[in-house]
């Protein structure tokens, strides 16, 4: 069972349109990330959201936390095809024990956007 | 400023023999992650590196173990290799634990582990 459900796992659409990705959990987190991974590279920080609640946004993404601290969500405003690539949400759990500085990735979204 | 570099880029290895990897963290990072990837896809988090320490490791069997060194850089080896240990490694670095919750990590571009 993952510990952070991504939605959808693969997304197809054309260039323009708008998009959103879920990330979903029964736990609290105290920090959520989203990183963006392409072919042939490491994961790559977009955006850190630690607020309840919070909203931020980067260009034409927009990041959003869950008032309760458990989802999140990714939306991409009028698609292009350099937004192509692995969209990945990590989170850093409210807890100690075994979770202690561990960041936990959802299984991702491959994005394809077609000019 | 250099980022974190990973050695080999590719790797390729028969059943039962021993893998190590490597990672140098971005220089003032004490902290050193590996995760492993499979299918392109979520990221398994394997083991944490703190100063020299072992933090935390992830569910993953006793053959896969690591170090830090004392200049923070870090060796992942892999024993007994399987054929489902094929994917592809990747090591990141934070400052300190507590940066990372909101600086994140910062990843290199991996080792891909094929076994045979």
């Known amino acids: 069972t993952q510990l952070l459900e991504q939605s959808p796992q693969f997304l197809s659409i054309q260039e323009g349109e708008n998009l959103t990705v879920y990330c979903n959990s029964s736990?609290?987190?105290?920090?959520l990330q989203w990183y963006r991974q392409e072919p042939g590279e490491g994961p790559v920080l977009l955006v850190t959201v630690v607020t309840g609640g919070e909203v931020k946004k980067l260009k034409r993404l927009t990041f959003q936390f869950g008032d309760a601290r458990k989802d999140s969500s990714l939306h991409i405003t009028a698609a292009q095809p350099g937004d192509t690539g692995l969209y990945l949400c990590?989170?850093?759990?409210?807890?100690?024990?075994?979770?202690?500085?561990?960041?936990?990735f959802g299984q991702g979204t491959i994005l394809t956007v077609h000019p | 400023e250099a980022g974190v570099t990973q050695s080999p880029t590719h790797l390729i290895k028969t059943r039962g023999q021993q893998a190590t990897l490597r990672c140098s963290p971005i220089?003032?990072?004490?902290?050193v992650y590996w995760y492993q990837q499979a299918l392109g896809l979520g990221l398994q988090f394997l083991l944490w590196?703190?100063?020299?320490?072992?933090?935390n490791r992830g569910n993953f069997p006793p053959r896969f173990s690591g170090r830090q060194f004392p200049n923070y850089s870090s060796e992942l080896n892999v024993n007994a290799l399987e054929l489902e240990d094929s994917a592809l490694y990747l090591c990141a670095s934070s400052r300190s634990p507590g940066t990372a919750s909101y600086y994140g990590y910062t990843f290199g571009s991996g080792t891909r582990l094929t076994v045979v």
């Open positions: 220089s003032g990072h004490t902290s």
């Open positions: 590196y703190d100063e020299g320490e072992e933090r």
């Open positions: 990590a989170g850093f759990l409210n807890a100690g024990g075994t979770s202690y500085g561990k960041l936990t």
């Open positions: 736990s609290v987190f105290s920090s």
